[in-house]
């Protein structure tokens, strides 16, 4: 199952025994005919976690793409290009007058010269390596890196949300003024929702950024991202956890997320993250920062920072549809699951046959909270029948918390107590936005503008 | 724990000895305090499924609130007000040369004096109580109605789908120029969805509509949605299944979306069914109906329908979330599942852990598919490794199908058969929209316009 050496790296299998034959290595351009077409480019490294039944091309448009072995009929080796994506390296500039950011890695593809997650990576982390890569950074701050994890963000889990908000703790108290942490942006909301609950009391901005587009491909938003990312880290006033990402109407800036009310809304865009039910704190670029709203966490040196990094993983999310059977909810009480959060329909409901689950459910202890799967909009159980039998039975509305939100909060929560009035206590209580007393009209679906400073400010932007 | 008499309807348990003691009945206007404050308002009659702990009040401003016993400690009765429900009769105009429209009720709030859910209802739904209630459909149609059932639409199953269908294929092949589904908005979207599938080659529109404001309420969408709604089906050349709900901009209008590609995204506005990864079919007032697209099927009086009503319930949801756990997987094949729908993150991923479930899963027959929990974009397994190691499991990606209608279709896939190959072909080829070729910018999150006729039209309209 190990690589036999550099020329096929990352390939085993039907894959490794495919190449052989044809003669193809890694770095080789080639002429791959399948059962579907022809293909022309460089064959890529893997990585060792990679399957056995493909084989993977860099095409010339910069899109990576995976032909499954057993469709390939035929490879002809073009050439060799190697060793383009060397990164030039360059010592980073130190200026004591500028602010210390610390930038903590867990995987992802910011600032890579390839897609990491093919396996086909020189990654650009050390601040030498980015600096010869973002040399803009220079000017923002002075750049500590520190690489925690390298996995696919939908491979992070409670062990990778603890050690990073112990990490964040531990460079905040070194005397960071921003942290910035680099992360997939599969399942970037859902750590950037539970850091808001684990990090308290920061005096500095945390924030959270990846990138849709590898750094390789004409398109990408890695650099744009990165860039803006370390310039909130480092002069915004907003001492709260964040995810700055590129922005909805051009690739000129990027919008500052709370991170409790963010979510990825699209499988591709750059354009992906959307704060939900709001407006976003202000957007950034390498020359300005601007502040939608008042209503944030100030950053102020003289707070120490409180990590309260603990997780039960004892928790699931019911997404609730027509016909549901009760088994679904006895099932997570049989495993023994203590918290449940049920994304419902409308208001926060589901149908009557789950009632007697849902009774034996807060009856064995386990916690149930109920949120929306519209997203958009509050769990408001008074105003019909079926959300007060619900409440009746212990099920508990979360107002306008996320599904996802409320996943990591619940986890959280469990990390500190099993105690229902305790567990309800801290799931209620708003922390960091998670819950908001109102939703704005312009805060539905997509910020559209609406507010005069932004408007002001693009209109100057584009002239 | 049946009602006693009228006086009463509805209450029993604590909700009712609380109200004997303080003679409070029915209909009496009541200053009710509690714990937390005081409360003004009409007490409503309940339906028989309501729990025993709550009385409801109709508040001055026309909503409803429910008011749990135990923390009630005073009610004085301050007067009656009954029978201003009643709605005022009146025979139906018959004008063989309108086009004639069968009107079938499956519950909700639509059409109603009061809101249904709360008991309190007085429906208006046969067609001298439409006319008496909304005389604008007279002037659209020669108008049937039949309440097939009186369930919250989060109580909507199996039974209910296929009733619906079959009802609808007896109307059309009865000679219907088009169909109006009354639905509660909950689960609307999920119904069009399944109709869509079962319901094939319809010569005439099937339009699903509910409302989101009960009719007793100022701002209520309801007499809007119902007429608009019926003159799509009486009038408009798309004959498929669409929802026709309050528009986006103004409440002027509504929009018609397709069955497959239309979901709730606000738990609480009128506003809340929105196409997604595409903009809608076109828009209806009582006076215009603009198309916005070409790509529909034509209404045809010669076409037969095919009804195509099977569902197998033993399908779930698998609603992915970091750090998940492969019980979660075991549970729903130990427990008999056939199909599964992963919304996955991303292009469509899931953690590693949940490899060898899938493997075992796959292996003992169940059907995976893999949709995307952004909602916009599209499963696109080739991209990364997660992806290609999920497809080599047995999971198979839907393109951008929206993860309810994937569900729906499972559903109804299982109820043709169980043989792997048919199950994928049913599920891979486009019913209805369900999975388009590309999704249009203007299809991301809101539909903004960009349809210079509509726009022309709005502009018009406005003036």
């Not at 190990?2 to 003669?23: M, S």
Request: one cysteine or more; aromatic letters at 8%; a neutral charge.
């Amino acid at each position: 199952m190990t690589t036999p050496n550099e020329d096929y790296k990352g390939y085993r299998g039907t894959a490794l025994e495919t190449l052989q034959k044809f003669g193809a290595k890694v770095w080789s351009e080639l002429r791959v005919t399948n059962t579907e077409g022809v293909f022309e480019g460089l064959l890529l490294p893997r990585n060792e976690t990679a399957g056995p039944g493909h084989i993977v091309l860099k095409l010339p448009n910069g899109y990576n793409i995976g032909l499954a072995t057993a469709k390939i009929t035929d490879i002809q080796v073009r050439g060799r290009r190697e060793a383009i994506y060397k990164i030039p390296e360059r010592t980073f500039p130190q200026d004591p007058g500028k602010p210390r950011v610390t930038l903590l890695g867990t995987g992802g593809t910011i600032a890579s010269r390839l897609d990491y997650r093919t396996g086909a990576v020189i990654p650009a982390f050390s601040p030498g390596e980015l600096y010869g890569s973002v040399p803009e950074l220079a000017n923002i701050c002075n750049l500590k890196t520190e690489k925690l994890y390298g996995v696919f963000s939908e491979n992070m889990g409670p062990e990778q949300w603890i050690g990073l908000a112990n990490a964040i703790g531990r460079e905040i108290r070194d005397g960071a003024d921003g942290i910035v942490v680099g992360h997939g942006t599969d399942t970037m909301a859902h750590t950037a929702a539970v850091l808001s609950f684990m990090v308290q009391d920061s005096p500095v901005p945390i924030v959270v950024v990846g990138s849709q587009r590898s750094s390789d491909r004409p398109s990408s938003d890695a650099a744009l991202n990165l860039i803006n990312s370390t310039k909130a880290a480092a002069e915004s006033d907003i001492a709260e956890v964040i995810v700055v990402m590129f922005g909805p109407t051009s690739d000129e800036y990027c919008l500052m997320h709370r991170g409790t009310r963010v979510r990825k809304m699209h499988s591709s865009y750059r354009s992906t993250f959307r704060t939900i039910g709001d407006i976003p704190l202000g957007m950034v670029d390498p020359e300005n920062i601007i502040h939608f709203r008042e209503d944030y966490r100030r950053r102020r040196k003289d707070r120490n920072v409180t990590i309260d990094a603990v997780f039960d993983d004892r928790v699931s999310i019911l997404y609730y549809y027509p016909g549901m059977k009760p088994d679904m909810v006895d099932s997570l009480v049989e495993r023994g699951y203590r918290g449940i959060v049920i994304a419902g329909t409308g208001l926060g409901h589901v149908n009557r046959p789950l009632y007697p689950a849902l009774e034996r459910a807060t009856a064995a202890g386990v916690h149930v909270f109920m949120t929306v799967q519209t997203l958009w909009g509050y769990s408001q159980m008074y105003v019909y029948d079926t959300g007060r039998d619900l409440m009746g039975l212990g099920v508990v509305p979360l107002a306008n918390m996320l599904p996802e939100t409320a996943f990591m909060k619940l986890g959280w929560a469990l990390g500190h107590s099993n105690d229902r009035q305790e567990v309800l206590r801290l799931m209620t209580t708003p922390v960091g936005g998670d819950i908001t007393e109102r939703e704005p009209f312009d805060g539905y679906l997509v910020y559209q503008g609406g507010v005069p400073e932004v408007e002001e400010f693009l209109r100057n932007y584009h002239k």
